[in-house]
């Protein structure tokens, strides 16, 4: 309604009794016309390889449609998800009830509203195909994602997403897996906007998923898009600069110091640094850095300590693009 939508725009990150709130869209409540008035629908968990022609094909099975856009980041490669705008609000309506979980090249879509419509948020980079292309107010894409780790190694991409729009309206959901194909217990989740990356980061951090306490920080991986095998590998392609010896080091326990994370590490190399992240209050943010004197031993570091077990925890080791 008016009124719902003018406390969203009015009271969104206002404060209540000492708390900044926030308010959006219930997606949790029933009924087949969550679209209201609107024409348009947001499809998120696309595959990379998805044209808007494709996504058009499939989504004309719910009304006529007017334009299909593949969001893309300003590189052109997509995001993983789209804007469908049919004709009437009736043909909206009816892919929010009918297409929401259908399956589009290998990949189980969800079906939103748009909430974007009339302003406010903006997806980062470029949205192309079915009509052309044109840019919107940009921020890096690496903004709108989170990392996060300490996941059940059953925990799906579904129950992730899930878990995570909380938050905000998820783009995409993906569970870093190693090369035999299993969940590596961490993952990338990418928002529409960093307004949500924010909030999952300062809302559901510490949260429980899956029986276990989770938690969610900025994402600090390589900014690459690929939604599969994303987390560790070598960096055969690397240029051997400074900044190839600082590495990103994740899942740590509350308890290990930068002393702990250094004598873990000086098994690769001579360590010049170690660092382990702490938040205002002086505790541990559950990550760190390491900064060898050559790149070498980091590529080293990336290749044996990946997945060791440091204090009682699967620890994550990837190249820090954060330098």
């Not at 297409?99 to 909430?115: A, H, I, N, S, Y």
């Not at 059940?152 to 909380?166: G, I, N, P």
Request: proline content about 1%; glycine content about 18%; overall charge negative.
């Amino acid at each position: 309604s008016s009124d719902a939508q003018r406390a969203i725009r009015d009271l969104n990150e206002t404060t209540l009794d000492g708390r900044t709130i926030f308010l959006r869209e219930d997606r949790e409540s029933g009924g087949g016309d969550r679209g209201g008035s609107g024409c348009t629908v947001f499809v998120g968990n696309l595959s990379w390889d998805a044209k808007w022609q494709d996504l058009k094909d499939h989504m004309r099975e719910a009304g006529n449609v007017a334009h299909v856009e593949i969001l893309e980041n300003r590189d052109g490669r997509s995001k993983g998800c789209g804007i469908v705008e049919y004709e009437d609000s009736a043909g909206a309506s009816r892919a929010l009830r009918d297409l929401d979980g259908t399956t589009l090249m290998g990949r189980e879509l969800f079906v939103q509203p748009d909430d974007r419509d009339g302003g406010g948020g903006g997806d980062g980079g470029k949205r192309s195909g079915g009509g052309g292309t044109h840019t919107r107010s940009h921020h890096d894409e690496r903004d709108c994602r989170v990392f996060v780790g300490n996941l059940s190694y059953e925990t799906s991409w579904q129950t992730l997403k899930d878990f995570m729009r909380k938050a905000g309206n998820v783009a995409r959901a993906d569970i870093l897996e190693g090369p035999d194909g299993r969940s590596k217990g961490c993952g990338i989740v990418e928002y529409e906007d960093p307004r949500g990356a924010d909030r999952a980061r300062r809302e559901l951090n510490e949260g429980t998923l899956g029986g276990r306490t989770v938690y969610v920080q900025e994402d600090r991986g390589p900014n690459d898009g690929d939604g599969g095998n994303r987390g560790g590998g070598g960096g055969g392609g690397r240029g051997g600069g400074e900044d190839d010896c600082q590495l990103y080091v994740g899942n740590l326990s509350w308890e290990t110091k930068w002393q702990d994370l250094k004598d873990h590490f000086k098994q690769c190399g001579d360590v010049q640094r170690a660092e382990v992240m702490e938040g205002s209050d002086g505790r541990s943010k559950g990550y760190g850095t390491i900064r060898f004197f050559n790149a070498r031993d980091a590529d080293k570091a990336i290749q044996r300590l990946d997945g060791t077990d440091l204090d009682g925890r699967t620890i994550h080791v990837r190249l820090d693009q954060k330098v």
